[in-house]
């Protein structure tokens, strides 16, 4: 099914070009690049000549975009002869019948002192528009040498935590690499493999419906550029942490090849502390736990692929990714059991280490074809990762009375486990657009997403009567996981005048299905046949720059297969596990925006919008006594939950500022109130968040990046999280007289604040919870550009004659 709007679209695309059965004027149709910049040539002289005598049949000035055709001519041969000062004259025979459509023509340059000239464009940090803001990374000076979540929090309007969650509007985002759906994280990206972040909070019918608030798209870099072109880059930082990388690419005529390879060896020492108030009846006891360790990241990451122009309407591509690596977090723990008066009666010590090795393959192959009808084009891709995974874990607490004597009120505990695991994702899709005047256009597509996960854990656990280690069911898994969603979209979009709408609508079904092998009937299966998605987009541009947009979206946020693993984690009196029962959560998006330039040096957008969400997917604490080895613990177990509702409403205002011609800030703030209803229980409160980017160009080729960010308490079902913020500084310079050598210095988090706080009550017990990771940060990173803007790597033979202009290509 997901092909056959291949067939389809194909069918239309020709039945627009050829009319069946009637006999009409043939015509020619093309377009005018320049050869070294790309862009369209305008207003150059096109002559359409006889191939007989050359005389001229007819002319004309190639449009704005570069576009020229001829219509209503009879079939034959002709001559295209095409000329504009400071290019050479092109010719080009061509023989047409009924439709023929030349392509991109490319026009060489006669200014050969333009050879050594080499022109830069300069790219803002960031760019707005009324449906999307844009993150350019390559502006970014904090997150080079880091991976996709030092990248993601210096982009305004998201936040992220210590553990890496990603948040926009405080509402999970769906995050996409390419537009598609991996099996990689987000700290298995590497940050010198992105090119931009896109923020879209309320998508189109096009996009996924998934993601309470929205999607960010992380665009990984594609070189194109012609010539052999390449980066290479290293860094070291305080830490002890190091990063390596090389980027290269060549392209010539109709193929484009390239290759990038990173290495990271990223180590973040974290200091963790939880005190917990026990409340047995009238009993009062406390709990004082520590926990010392670091977490260790190293992996590579490949890509390799290519570009295939196989003419100037046609393009297909294939690449080929590999990132491996060993995540280890290991920790020293200790613990004290206070009585009522919070005097230490008992202490134990031990180790709480996790090892994580994966492999990740990702292959992607894409085919896009563009149409000589201007904005015409149909897109397919298929995009398959795999990932396997092997993880062991040792924990050991051993108890002493406080005089150093082993405890004989408290067993002591010492297990290991060993697991592994494969994730598979298969996604296929297909996209067509055709306008259907100048203000009209008609998007059409399919998706199919296919994901299969598999998880072994066995856990053994020390009988200290017998001194055995014995299998523990209540701490192993045997997990399957399968889940298959199929979409379809439609969208149309018109205006008159000044007034513009998009109207859509999505249709997705949904599949899911869960076992876990060693535990009998403990299985699911939840199926949502067809769930629609609709979108509605108006807008209103108004003199001066103004533009005024309305919009609604419905959205899903289904449960990550990670929350519905119904295994238990354990963790020193605390344990979490995920809940099979879990639904998806489903909000309705409403969102006015309003974006005005003034005179390109102040952009503002304004928005204000509200989210309500029914079913919606929350942690929740409850206090409970599990079997381990033998023996009852009593603990505070957290598990996600579909809570009754969430609402959320709210202001965001970002505004970015050319203070001068090489300074520019950019400052997002967004305000919300929030309630949350789960259980019987009620919360609600003002949040706040607000992130500002300053980038200054200085003398002697020096740029200077200040971000700093604040984010207010978080509101919970049965508590709070603390208040943070932080502060980043970069330095940049750059050496040689191309500005191709540089060198970054940053100091993250300068202030040293970033931490996690938090405070949950229960109607057995208060808990405060403490996470700091080293965080303040010295990096030093150089890197180099080389290579050249080449059409043509290798020189002719002598005496080989050229085509008179550059057909190949494929610029879109």
């Known amino acids: 099914m997901i092909w056959s709007i291949f067939l389809l679209a194909g069918t239309v695309a020709r039945a627009q070009q050829q009319p069946g059965g009637q006999q009409q004027q043939a015509e020619i149709l093309g377009k005018l690049l320049d050869n070294q910049t790309g862009k369209p040539v305008e207003y150059a002289s096109v002559a359409l000549l006889k191939s007989t005598d050359s005389s001229v049949v007819t002319g004309m000035l190639s449009k704005g975009n570069g576009d020229f055709d001829f219509r209503n001519i009879a079939p034959g041969k002709y001559i295209l002869k095409i000329y504009f000062i400071g290019y050479e004259t092109f010719f080009k025979p061509v023989t047409v019948r009924q439709s023929s459509d030349v392509g991109n023509i490319r026009l060489k340059t006669t200014a050969t002192a333009l050879k050594g000239v080499e022109v830069v464009g300069e790219k803002p940090a960031f760019t707005m528009e009324i449906d999307k803001r844009v993150f350019n990374v390559d502006k970014n000076l904090a997150s080079v040498g880091g991976t996709a979540t030092d990248v993601l929090r210096q982009v305004p309007s998201v936040n992220v935590d210590i ?4 948040s926009v509007r405080n509402g999970s985002p769906t995050i996409f690499i390419d537009g598609r759906p991996s099996t990689l994280t987000l700290d298995q990206i590497p940050a010198d493999a992105i090119q931009s972040v896109e923020v879209v909070t309320n998508p189109s019918a096009k996009y996924d419906a998934e993601g309470m608030s929205g999607i960010l798209n992380i665009v990984l870099k594609k070189n194109r550029k012609a010539g052999i072109n390449g980066l290479i880059q290293g860094g070291y930082t305080s830490t002890k942490s190091a990063n390596a990388g090389v980027d290269l690419n060549a392209r010539q005529g109709k193929v484009n090849v390239f290759l990038n390879y990173s290495l990271r060896d990223r180590r973040s020492p ?3 502390h939880m005190f917990r108030k026990n409340i047995d009846g009238n009993n009062i006891s406390y709990l004082d736990q520590y926990q010392d360790g670091e977490f260790g990241r190293r992996f590579q990451n490949g ?7 196989i003419d100037n309407r046609n393009t297909i591509t294939l690449s080929q990714g590999i990132t491996a690596g060993d995540f280890n977090n290991l920790n020293t723990q200790e613990i004290f059991d206070l009585n009522g008066n919070q005097e230490r009666i008992q202490r134990g010590v031990g180790r709480n280490d996790n090892k994580h090795n994966f492999r990740n393959y990702a292959t992607q192959m894409g085919y896009k074809r563009t149409f000589a009808k201007e904005g015409q084009e149909l897109t397919a891709d298929v995009t398959y990762n795999r990932a396997n995974s092997r993880n062991n874990n040792d924990y050991s607490l ?9 405890s004989n009120t408290s067993a002591s505990e010492l297990r290991y486990g060993k697991g592994s695991g494969t994730t598979t994702y298969l996604t296929a899709q297909v996209d067509f657009v055709t306008p259907l005047s100048e203000k009209s256009k008609l998007e059409a597509g399919l998706r199919s997403n296919n994901r299969k996960f598999n998880n072994v854990l066995n856990t053994f656990g020390k009988d200290f009567s017998t001194g055995e280690f014995a299998y523990d069911s209540s701490l192993s898994n045997d997990y399957r996981y399968t889940e298959q969603i199929n979409a379809a979209y439609v969208s149309y979009t018109g205006g008159y005048g000044n007034f513009g709408f998009q109207t859509g609508l999505r249709a997705e079904q949904s599949f899911y299905s869960g076992e876990m092998r060693n535990i009998k009937g403990a299985s699911y299966e939840i199926d949502y046949p067809i769930s629609l998605f609709p979108s509605i987009f108006l807008s209103q541009k108004l003199r001066g720059d103004h533009e005024l947009q309305l919009n ?8 990550w297969f990670r929350d519905l693993l119904p295994n238990i984690e354990y963790n020193a009196n605390s ?3 995920g809940n099979p029962t879990l639904t998806p959560e489903f909000t309705n998006s409403f969102e006015l925006s309003y974006l005005k330039d003034f005179d390109r040096k102040v952009n503002v957008l304004a928005s204000v919008y509200f989210r309500n969400t029914n079913n919606a997917i929350t942690n929740f604490y409850v206090d409970t006594t599990l079997v381990l080895d033998g023996q009852e613990r009593k603990v505070l177990l957290n598990y996600p939950i579909n809570a009754d509702r969430r609402n959320s409403y709210g202001a965001e205002l970002t505004v970015r500022t050319q203070v001068t011609k090489g300074w520019d800030i950019t400052t997002n703030v967004n305000l919300a109130q929030t ?7 009620d919360n609600s409160g003002f949040i706040w968040f607000g992130k500002v980017n300053s980038n200054t160009k200085l003398p002697w080729n020096l740029t200077l990046q200040v971000t700093g960010e604040y984010e207010s308490k978080q509101i919970l079902p049965q508590g709070e999280e603390a208040p943070e913020y932080q502060i980043d500084l970069g330095l940049k310079k750059d050496f040689l007289k191309k500005k191709n050598l540089s060198v970054m210095v940053g100091l993250n988090d300068i202030f040293n604040t970033d931490r996690d706080l938090s405070w949950t009550k229960t109607s057995f017990s208060e808990s405060e919870r403490y996470r700091k990771r080293v965080s303040r940060e010295l990096r030093v990173n150089v890197s180099w550009r080389f290579g050249k803007m080449e059409a043509k790597i290798f020189k002719k033979k002598r005496g080989e004659e050229g085509s008179g202009g550059d057909m190949g290509g494929g610029d879109f």
């Open 163 to 166: 553990d890496g969650n990603v």
């Open 270 to 272: 974290m200091k963790q």
């Open 303 to 309: 890509r390799l692929g290519f570009d295939w122009f």
């Open 398 to 406: 051993e108890y002493f009375d406080m005089a150093g004597q082993p």
């Open 552 to 559: 609604y979206s419905r959205r899903i946020q289904r449960p």
């Open 575 to 577: 344990a979490r596990r």
């Open 675 to 681: 309630s949350v209803s789960a259980q019987n229980l």
